[in-house]
């Protein structure tokens, strides 16, 4: 990994123009660790040339997040990372072809949502912005039943759930097979490892 640092570096220009961060990263580490920027930047994209790659739709906070993984390997997150940062970090990992750092974020939410139950906000994040019958909204809705089960909801949040489930197909339908599920709820905090394929869950 030394070695992969010392290479031509990439600026890397994340957000809108009222919300922009500027990253300069080794070209071979990104290329190595992401099938996005290896596409960009060996290929015959003017970004090969240029060395500059734009990701306006992307959020700088969950880039962050990504960047602090290529440094450590893990993501250490600081206190001002919400859940909905680690949602957006998992839709960016999917984005760049990254299982790895989709897991670490997906992580992140299992250790965040140990005594609390999941939100609305967290909900529609995901279902908003992840492909289906992925492994973030199978967490989601287990964490939603574990929370229906525990009694955590509060009134609010039910009366979302209903509004929601009007708004997104996708959501009403995982939830239609959840309620014709006969197994018992499982605690996505205690089965963490369920939900990772590379990651080894740790609480």
Known sequence: MIELTRSVLVEVIVGTEEDTLTWHLSQDLLTHVTPFFKAALTGSFAEAGSKIVKLPEDNVHAFELFVRWLDDGEIAAPSWVTKQIYVQAWILGDKLGCQIFQEHALLGLIRGHSFWGIAGTTLKAV?????????????????????????????????????????????ASDVMKAYFDTRQPRNPHVFGQDYLEFVPYTK
């Open 127 to 171: 279902y908003d912005g992840t492909p289906a019958q992925s492994k973030i909204r199978q967490w989601a809705i287990d964490q939603l039943r574990h929370d229906a089960l525990t009694h955590v909801q509060t009134e609010e949040l039910k009366k979302f759930y209903i509004s929601y489930v009007r708004d997104s197909p996708d959501f």
